[in-house]
């Protein structure tokens, strides 16, 4: 497999004259998971937005050189029409895969996510919460895509479920070499899943810091899961996106937002 | 019985020739020892015709005879008390040398109104004369005089059959700027009245409207007569003033052009009759309807209470 | 595969019953017909038995069914084509800011134009035959279904064009399986609406303008003061149109909005 | 509030800016008429310059404006009842399957009876004067707004009821709040298109029934064969017509909804 | 403040044919926070809905005596055609309360959950998906209900955020002696907020156990949280319930669904 490089380079977003994202430059290379955690508002959603080329960035450069994508959204997003099965087939139906197989494709994989057969011919507004945050991902899944854009896909799942499928979105990467890039709030899920964490804070959205996770996925145990989570929430950069330490952001600690006028290199 | 004058009038008829006298009775206030107030009203499709009848809001009324004879035989109360109009159906084409009905064999006529009374007296007087019209004629059938005029002038079709004053708009309107340009010329031709005598062997004349008079103010046979004595008296001076006829009519009716009107009336038949006059014509008229299609007279002949006359004072049967 | 079988099961109970209350209403509406036809007498307004007898002897004389045909095939055509033209423009118009812009006083004018504007045209372009009652009906009922599809296609929510636009939905699947299951609520609404207003047009048109067709014996019997002639066709053409709307348009609009919540849910 | 403002200037410009190109797609319509009227020649189709000429002649004979305002009258009050109690009964129809049920097929019969069936009616109960318009406005528009209110009211998400439930919002609130901001995208269609119905019906009713307003002074016209006269009426009608939508109906529309996303969200 | 109690008693519901809740028995005094756990799809929404009168149950006894009540649901909800500010302040303007008020405790409220004044002007759509989820909480707080039902209210929000919102909630729970009722996917969560935690299992949902919380809330710290939550995952019941040691549940361990037919008592 050829290595490709998703790059973003001093991006900037505006929705109107506010300004949500300023100067943000990552890249992630393919077969890697990168994490994107920060306080809520503080544009996470409108950079894996225009990631997926759904929303045009103000300013800025991005390459995107995946070419099959699949996003699962903060909300579900279901077809309200479709059934459950048909919903998770939906890529696959884009795609031209015959009626028979992506039935089957779907409904083998909905059983991995914990969706019996009767749940699937149920049309969304009968799911529970969770089982549609689950279609949703299961629809992101099935189509096997080389990038992976993953909203909070586990916020909507119990303790024993999201262990199970932690279990499946890892096997699933490294059996596809998928690119994953996740937001999450939960960082213990950013420390068991990601390569890499990007640590944002709000007004205008920017990059605080990233954290490399260098352990190797086999051998991150609860363990070492818990203890690398408490070490990073002890972070002073972490603390401040986070406001853990009271109200207020103490400026002086914290990286600027970069002024600009003008249109950026 | 009750003494004149009444109190209020009101006199309905349709935009054709019959209604010319009752115009001018209404403008010249030449009812004025009759009644305080008299009124005209138009009306000018079957549905205004049904409501007028039933409201009881007119009078008297003006109306092709085969339609009185219809609702008269449907319940309406009402008697015929004459017969004004006799002579208002004309081909026209743009063909000046057509002199009967056999001339036109092979020819797209338009016709307005299918199954109505001119398209009866067309079908049968062909008939009459051996032709066939469903077949020997390309009959076409229009909605109202309007458009088969629109037909004949804008050049679908050259010839049309239609009823005064209809006639005369179209001859008046081609002669006129700009509609010349397309249509340089019309013809009053076949004169149907004429073939009628021919082939009927009668009069050279149709009894085809008149007056009618509604409800209670039939049972008043002094007002009824004194009204169909005004009225004969408007109907002459109509046909000897053609001109200010037209003038009182088409401010009275603005469907109609004055000049229209005038030349209406110097074409038309200047018949008169009372109704007990005009019974048998009128019934060798409607024998001929009822024929062809009995809906358009009621399903029978009408009876002996429809003919009005002064010197019975009937009731009015229900 | 059950739960599917009870599913339908009830969904047609349910339409049953429908179809009573609905005989049930008309039933009212006939009794309401009886007394004011008693009032009026049958000159004016003939009661619904001798409206029916009326029809029967038309029935039996060979005239009520190959006039009926007539006008069915002008109204049908002339409602097929409004479906089609219509559809299709509004959504373009829903789609395009600048076709929605150019098209709408154009439909408005069409829509507010009475006939009589273009008889004559139509007259000269399409003579006597079945074209002038087609385009009429055309006209009638094109600027109905053209407002009902612009309205569904500028509603739908742009979270579901986003998940059209991430899963690469090709534009015909983007249009069965997106679009017009959304439209389907607006649409529906408009093609009964055009339905009926086909019949209702069709005859008013053959009134001013044929010689054949239900209008045409409408106005022999108008002309004749055959009222309760009149009201036999006018019957004849109602449960005609009826019958389109519960036996054809209604299980279709069932069929398709399956998918929406019951009333208690 | 500086941002608010910012929203509604651009709104209105956006306004504005469609205001133009509605004016050159009815400029565009007029050149297509002038070369029709070319060809035809002006017995048959008068182009645009002569009917406004025309229009001008009428003006200042002082004919114009009176009738207009006479059908004006008439077309307003029909259609004003019709909005009344299209909405109300629409409303209750969507409210309750009982009433819908019921209600349905007499709204279908409404809507395709002919005008002749009930037209004597009309003229007996209500005369010759304004009233036997009015009513048969009222009788045409009735269905259409009918049937886009009951909708609306249907496909109202029973999610947001629940909302209105647990919040004990009144009736009237539950109205204003939550049925009615839903609607206006089902009811507005439908108003626009009764508008334009009305103004369409008022002048074929006048032309059968009355003896003043447009329609009765294009009965003069028609049966003079002044095809330019009668091209100058229905120009006037149609000027009316589009300026009660871009100046009335249109603007109301553009507030009521301005909470709907923009194109590229 | 005298001493109400909510009751359900041996309470069961169906979706059509499919039992979702089996003999459902429960009890809340006021003051007194419940957590509902249980994994996905065990019907705890449903559970929620049924007490707050949204879905009838189909058999078993409900006493629900406190008047007034709010419910957070699972999505937020929120009317798409007001504003943040609007939304917040429903419950209010419901109760009649002065528009200038309500804005103003919502506009505090707000401030409260960290949505400055700007994000009020904005329409749902504009929102993060944790500022929607905010504003669902803000327009269930803000009416200081008696009963409080909150459907997974943290789910969407980020550490610092979530730790902000337990001490607003806590305060506000003993400020106004408010019941709670809450279902979270979150142990520590529970462990953190609730006096009792109801465990449910699937397939029928059913209640495996209760753990009460005796430790007062003034003495929970994060230690004490930690600790607890590790020991309530150790705990046989939980671990089955949440299916942690493997796929498959053993079902001679946990507590059977009752059968039933016929009206419970
Ligand atoms: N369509 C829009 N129009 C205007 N502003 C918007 C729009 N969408 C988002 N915003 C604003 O952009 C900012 C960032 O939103 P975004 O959804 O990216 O946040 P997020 O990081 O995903 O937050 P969360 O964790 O709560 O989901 C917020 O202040 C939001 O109000
Ligand atoms: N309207 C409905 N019609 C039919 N079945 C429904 C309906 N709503 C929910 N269900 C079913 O009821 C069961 C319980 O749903 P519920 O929403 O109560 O679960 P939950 O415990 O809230 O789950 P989650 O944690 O995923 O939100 C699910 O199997 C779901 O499919
Ligand atoms: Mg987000
Ligand atoms: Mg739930």
């Known amino acids: 497999m050829s290595m490709k490089q998703l790059k973003v380079d001093n991006l900037f977003h505006k929705y109107g004259i506010v300004e949500v994202l300023n100067n943000i430059s990552l890249s992630v290379s393919s077969g890697q998971t990168l994490a994107l955690v920060g306080p809520s508002g503080c544009g996470k959603s409108t950079l894996l937005h225009i990631i997926a080329g759904l929303l045009t960035h103000s300013e800025g450069h991005l390459e995107q050189p995946f070419e099959q994508l699949a996003c699962m959204f903060q909300s579900p997003r279901l077809l309200p029409w479709k059934t459950a099965l048909d919903n998770i087939a939906l890529g696959l139906k884009a795609r031209k895969i015959s009626r028979l197989e992506r039935q089957q494709r779907a409904i083998e994989l909905a059983g991995q996510l914990g969706l019996t057969r009767d749940d699937l011919d149920k049309y969304p507004h009968e799911l529970s919460g969770g089982m549609q945050s689950r279609v949703a991902l299961a629809r992101a899944l099935l189509v096997s895509p080389e990038l992976l854009l993953l909203d909070e896909p586990f916020s909507a799942l119990d303790i024993g479920l999201k262990l199970e499928l932690y279990q499946l979105l890892r096997r699933h990467v490294e059996e596809h070499g998928t690119t994953v890039i996740m937001i999450t709030h939960d960082l213990m899920e950013a420390v068991r899943l990601a390569d890499s964490i990007l640590m944002m804070a709000p007004e205008p959205g920017r990059i605080l810091a990233e954290f490399p996770m260098a352990q190797p996925h086999a051998l991150r145990d609860d363990n070492w899961i818990y203890r690398t989570s408490v070490e990073l929430m002890q972070q002073p950069l972490v603390r401040l996106g986070f406001q853990l330490d009271g109200v207020g952001i103490n400026h002086e600690d914290m990286p600027q937002p970069v002024a600009h006028g003008g249109c950026a290199p | 019985q009750s003494g004149l004058p009444v109190k209020k009038l009101t006199l309905a008829g349709p935009a054709a020739g019959v209604s010319n006298a009752l115009i001018h009775l209404v403008a010249s206030n030449g009812l004025a020892d009759i009644a305080e107030e008299t009124e005209f009203v138009l009306w000018s499709n079957p549905d205004q ?9 007119a009078d008297f009324l003006a109306a092709p005879t085969n339609v009185a004879a219809n609702l008269y035989n449907r319940g309406v109360p009402l008697k015929l008390i004459n017969v004004s109009q006799w002579g208002v159906l004309w081909m026209i084409s743009r063909d000046a040398d057509k002199k009967t009905l056999a001339d036109f064999k092979g020819e797209e006529i338009a016709i307005p109104f299918r199954a109505d009374m001119p398209d009866i007296v067309f079908t049968h007087l062909a008939e009459k004369q051996g032709i066939d019209p469903r077949r020997d004629f390309k009959l076409n059938y229009s909605a109202t005089p309007m458009d088969a005029m629109q037909l004949l002038i804008t050049r679908r079709v050259n010839h049309a059959l239609l009823a005064e004053p209809a006639v005369s708009m179209a001859l008046r309107k081609t002669k006129s700027f700009p509609v010349s340009i397309i249509a340089p010329e019309l013809h009053r031709s076949v004169d149907l009245q ?27 046979a002094q007002l009824v007569s004194a009204f169909e004595a005004a009225y004969a008296r408007a109907n002459q001076w109509c046909i000897d003033n053609a001109e200010a006829c037209g003038k009182e009519v088409a401010a009275q009716i603005k469907l109609l052009m004055p000049e229209a009107v005038a030349d209406a009336l110097q074409h038309q038949n200047n018949h008169y009759a009372t109704a007990s006059a005009a019974r048998s014509e009128l019934e060798a008229f409607y024998q001929v309807l009822l024929k062809r299609q009995p809906a358009s007279v009621g399903g029978k002949l009408p009876d002996e209470g429809f003919y009005f006359s002064a010197s019975k004072t009937q009731q009015v049967t229900e | ?25 008309l039933l009212l509406f006939c009794a309401a017909w009886e007394l004011a036809g008693l009032y009026y007498g049958s000159l004016i307004l003939p009661g619904p038995v001798e409206t029916l007898k009326q029809l029967g002897t038309l029935f039996d004389q060979g005239e009520l069914l190959p006039e009926l045909l007539i006008s069915a095939r002008r ?58 009652p087609v385009f009429t009906v055309f006209i009638a009922c094109l600027p109905i279904v053209f407002a009902g599809a612009m309205q569904g296609t500028r509603t739908l929510d742009n979270q579901l064009k986003a998940v059209a636009d991430v899963y690469g939905l090709p534009p015909l699947m983007r249009l069965t399986d997106v679009y017009l299951p959304h439209l389907a609520s607006y649409v529906f609404p408009a093609w009964i609406t055009a339905l009926g207003t086909s019949w209702k047009v069709v005859v008013m048109a053959e009134l001013l303008s044929s010689s054949d067709g239900v209008g045409a014996a409408l106005a022999v019997t108008r002309a004749q003061l055959d009222t309760s002639g009149t009201l036999a066709w006018v019957v004849a053409v109602l449960a005609a149109l009826l019958a389109t709307e519960y036996l054809l348009l209604e299980p279709i609009k069932r069929h398709v909005e399956r998918w929406r919540q019951e009333e208690n849910a």
Do not use: H
């Open chain 2, 49 to 57: 015709l049904r409501a007028l009848t039933l409201s009881g809001k």
């Open chain 3, 75 to 132: 109204a049908l055509y002339g409602l097929l084509l409004a479906l089609a033209a219509g559809t299709f423009l509004g959504m373009l118009a829903g789609f395009s800011v600048t076709a929605s812009i150019l098209s709408r006083p154009l439909v408005t004018l069409f829509l507010g134009m009475p006939p009589i504007a273009w008889l004559v045209l139509a007259m000269l372009w399409f003579g006597l035959g079945d074209a002038t």
């Open chain 3, 1 to 25: 595969m059950f739960n599917y079988f009870l599913r339908s099961l009830s969904a047609t109970l349910s339409y049953l019953w429908s179809g009573w209350g609905a005989i049930a209403s």
């Open chain 2, 194 to 220: 004429q073939e009628w005598g021919r082939l009927m062997s009668t009069e050279a004349r149709i009894p085809q409207a008149g007056i009618t008079v509604l409800g209670e103010t039939a049972n008043n």
